[in-house]
């Protein structure tokens, strides 16, 4: 359907200035100078100026992402860096994130890149935009564009002359690639980028205007990146558009592999609002004209269903030999020197075992999509409105999903939704909208997953397994290390693997061969390479590409797990050596920004002299996300209760390098966000499942970190002003885990090294 998905921004910005069409459905060719060019960031494949910058004729400026607004406050932050690019005041941008009708493709949300690769990519881009209005301008007014200065997007030259954006654009005026060369503005010029700006998607939520996918009730209202509009005055905001809206749910089977042998229908269907019942295959659903309609039939359907469900899964408690016996890929990803003769001649030797189970995304509010059908002579196009991380591959997903359904255009566009984490039910859920869609063409439905559906059919995060071994000298240095990884896949994202309806309906959709994700940023092996300097080292990979539970992407991939395993090892190394552990850290330690983080964190928790009790204990993490982006180091102090062995995070101080800041608060919250997931993940979260599926349906019996456990958290940024953008979304996963495991060997002299860390394990480790 390439042909089909070529962008068409004239629906949407229809009367605007700036109307020039392009397509985003493969890299430009437009010229070949831009061919040689090394773009950064997005620019790579997206070099077309016109698709991220349009001057309006309202004297506002729209940026176009193809990143999306997941909480982390991107909407914000990249409207900062065009706003001070541009030299216009913050409120004349309006930022539009990923819609396949209207923005960039750039691919998913994930791996913290939105500001590594949108925010370089929107800094070069209204960069020159802004120097080619100068130069248009500098025609109008008879000058030399380097003569000209800039306020809001007024331009005066030195006689005082004026003139506007929005008098000197033209059509044509952006329709060129953006030049590697162009010169962005210094950092002591920039007053936007770098100041504390409150988030542009808080005030509606606070105040209960329509701001999630939940909540759209107009689906035209949303089309190609708007935001959701409120409903008029006085109407009631469950009736807008109810008439219109259906909803719908999907019957789950009862096991992974499960054959749905028969169903009672009948009676179903005459139930108040049942407007169809669909079944494909084993694929069951049900669309009603309101949601409890929609839930009474789901719940009727399932009561009357008769399915053939099979035993798949290895058992829970024998986890951890089974990723060691299942078939497996052994890779060395990294092997420098002799780390066998290095370890044979070590004065000590050390080695370990490090578990991590099976975790959910474990997101608060379920999944939930909306899609229609829109028909007319010339064509029939699939719209869906949606939470997920990449809207473009969710295309191409669907695409597949509807491909024998006469469906000529697929169209995504993304709203926000409850916390992604990486790759929850947000496709899936898209996928059953388009399937209850498709029997009621003409009406948009809308599909919510319910809270056992969300916890027993997302892909939940891979269980891991590591084994550190290392040498020490007798002057405490590490003279070897060997390191070894057991992981299943950690990314199993549409299009790479069907979309959960499709693998479910009659003419099931073939799941595909996993792959590992390749270093520099890796999937099980992400963090596996630490960034102190080691000599004789060798990291293997031991990757299983067919996963019993399904599994894919969890925040931060294999780093939590390898940094939790890294960092706790290396402090067990450091009370071997009789070295304090931050000290150790840093004798092995030549990255001065990693020094930076250490020592920073390290100096506001009061590391050299803390105030504890008994029962309290200090640690630290460290890493550098993916060792190619943000720095972060994290220390915690606990409390282990002598009686009940309950761990309590009492207190979290973390320094951060995320290169040049362009908004602290926003920084600060995901570095606080990820230590207080961590947290959690750390000590409480853990999948139970028997033979047949997952097991953990509600709240009950997968538990989470709750307010009054929240812990007293404080960040210390390091700004670097004129450095790269470093994405800091998942930088702080890892550290606190290790920081947590760190601080209870303080506090009680036993080391745990399963997640989470419980009671029972802690007095495991003490006998």
Known sequence: MSENTALSRRRFLQGSALVVAFSLTSPSTTAVASAQEELPGSLEDTPELNAWIAIEDDATVTVYTGKVELGQGIKTALAQIAADELEVEFGRIDLVTAATETTPDEGYTAGSQSMEDSGTAITYAAAQARRILLESAAEELGGEPGELSVEDGTITDGGGNEITYWDVVEDESFATDVSADVETKPPDEKAIVGSERARVDIPGKIFGDPSYVQDLRRPSDARGGADIQGEDEGEDREDVGSEELLHGRVVRPPGYVAELESVDEEEVAEMDGVIEIVRDGDFLGVVAQTEWQAIQAMEELRDGAEWNVEDSLPGRDDLYDHLREDTQDDTVVEEDGDTEAALSDAAETLEAEYRRPYQMHASIGPSCAVAEIVADDQERVLNVWTHSQGVYPLQEALEELVEAKQIDEVNCTHLEGSGCYGHNGADDVAGDAAMLTYAVEGQPVRVQWMREDENQWEPLGSAMLMEPRAGLSDDGTIVGWEYDVWSYPHSTRPPGQPLLAGMYREDAIETRENSPIPLPTGGGTRNSIPLYELENTQITHHFLPEPDVRVSALRALGGYA????????????????????????????????????????????????????????????????KNLSAYAAVVVEVTVDSDSGEVTVDRAVAADDSGEIVNPIGVRQQIRGGIIQSASWTLLEDVDFDAQGVTDTDWGSYPILTFPDVPDVHVELIDRPGEPYLGTGEASQGPTAAAIGNAVYDAVGARVREIPITPDRIQDALD
């Open 562 to 625: 390898n940094v939790f395993a890294l960092e706790s090892f290396v402090d067990e190394l450091a009370h071997a050596a009789e070295t304090d552990p931050v000290e150790f850290r840093l004798e092995h330690m030549a990255d001065e920004r990693a020094r930076d983080v250490i020592e920073t964190a390290a100096e506001e928790a009061g590391w050299a002299d803390p105030d504890l009790n008994d029962d309290q204990g200090i640690g630290i993490g460290f890493a550098q996300y």
